[in-house]
């Protein structure tokens, strides 16, 4: 079923080409839309391609989608070309990083000195963690992965004495690189994560998977610096584990065959691509699923059924997910509704507005399957 939904999507590309093609002739025409129009059109692509493996579509609608007015049609055309390529079945347009680097040999250290490996996507904050580790003693070598991919290939490579982690990465939310390293590589090097985001379930969650530090964003750099210090040496490691790691991977095990049946679970999602797949993977788990494509049918989906769950898209053109949490929590007065929001944005600022008006949990685009599945889980069994 799912090659099939990635066959549907690989069709429908057509009619982004098309959609392409109409968005230019408009910007050129001065039509006062078209802008708004070309970045909507780059924001849904950017969170559908590599959700089902096209992670060319992902990067040409990133670039697009940030692009000044003056440079949106030509990478809009550089768009187009990776949707054609894709569609002629030829090799994606850019090259695959993992392919790349793995010529690279695993990094051996000396006996005499630390690694360190830094998985931050924000240049300023990698200049203040540097900061804090060249007042260590001792000599330390860095790592610096900017995103989800770099960091997973660089795992393998090294014989880290310390992972730091940002917790909001551009392609992957960190608390499953977390979950990678202590629960499915069962690595053993500490890990602390960073985060601007402070609310409790976030914090727990990370504690649970294994997490030795969680150190909140404005930095506080010589907070940091001395729990970096105790960490290297060896001082206190995992103190904020909330159960013996042995127990952490039987619970997440328990959460991955946590069946749904007898749920009622509703996705909102407005990329109708994207929505379908959700909904497969959801009713493959045993829930049943109802589907709605823009803020205004979830609120009529809600007001004549009753649900287990919601995933919320937080992007969507008529209303978007921050407005329809409003009306759930307000005037519906569904405060015990556990609601899960999906953002293509990866902003921490976006993940807090919707903390803000009582979103229970986020995950973000592209979506991973097993951890799709797993967050539902998590949260309807401790909700």
Do not use: W
């Not at 069962?186 to 994560?193: G, K, N």
């Not at 494509?293 to 937080?314: F, K, P, V, Y």
């Not at 015990?336 to 902003?347: E, M, R």
């Amino acid at each position: 079923m799912k090659e099939e939904l990635r066959t549907q999507y690989v069709k429908s590309l057509e009619s982004r080409i098309e959609t392409i093609n109409s968005l230019k002739t408009k910007f050129f025409e001065g039509n006062e839309i078209a802008d708004q129009n070309i970045r909507l059109l780059a924001h849904q692509l950017h969170a559908s391609g590599a959700t089902f493996g096209f992670h060319a579509i992902t990067k040409a609608s990133a670039i697009l989608e940030a692009a000044k007015e003056d440079d949106l049609v030509p990478r809009m055309m550089e768009l187009k070309s990776v949707l054609e390529k894709i569609i002629k079945g030829y090799s994606v347009a850019f090259p695959d990083k993992i392919a790349a680097s793995n010529a690279r040999p695993v990094y051996e250290k000396k006996a005499d000195e630390k690694l360190v490996l830094i998985i931050e996507d924000d240049p300023a904050i990698v200049a203040q963690i540097s900061s804090c580790l060249d007042q260590q003693s001792g000599k330390i070598t860095t790592v610096v992965a900017e995103d989800a991919l770099h960091a997973e290939e660089e795992l393998l490579k090294g014989d880290y004495d310390l992972v730091i982690i940002d917790l909001v990465l551009p392609d992957k939310d960190g608390r499953e690189i977390l979950r990678e390293i202590k629960i499915d590589f069962q690595l053993a090097f500490p890990v602390i994560i960073l985060s601007g985001i402070s609310k409790d379930l976030v914090r727990v969650d990370c504690m649970s998977l294994g997490a030795d530090r969680y150190i909140a964003k404005p930095l506080d750099q010589e907070l940091l610096s001395k729990e970096i210090g105790k960490l290297l040496v060896g001082e206190e490691s995992s103190s904020l584990s909330l159960m013996p790691m042995e127990e952490a991977q039987q619970s997440a095990e328990d959460e991955v065959h946590l069946p749904l049946e007898g749920m009622t679970i509703l996705v909102t999602e407005n990329d109708k691509h994207l929505g379908e797949l959700i909904c497969h993977l959801m009713t493959d788990e045993g829930a049943q699923v109802s589907y709605a494509s823009n803020g205004r049918e979830t609120i009529e989906a809600l007001r004549s059924t009753q649900c287990s769950l919601l995933i919320l898209d937080l992007n969507m053109p008529d209303m978007d997910g921050i407005e329809v949490l409003k009306k759930i929590r307000g005037e519906m007065d569904l405060k015990g509704l556990p609601v899960i929001l999906l953002t293509a944005l990866g902003g921490e600022a976006d993940i807090m507005r919707g903390y803000d008006v009582g979103v229970n949990d986020y995950i973000l685009k592209p979506i991973s399957e097993v951890y799709l599945a797993g967050r539902v889980k998590s949260l309807l069994k401790h909700h």
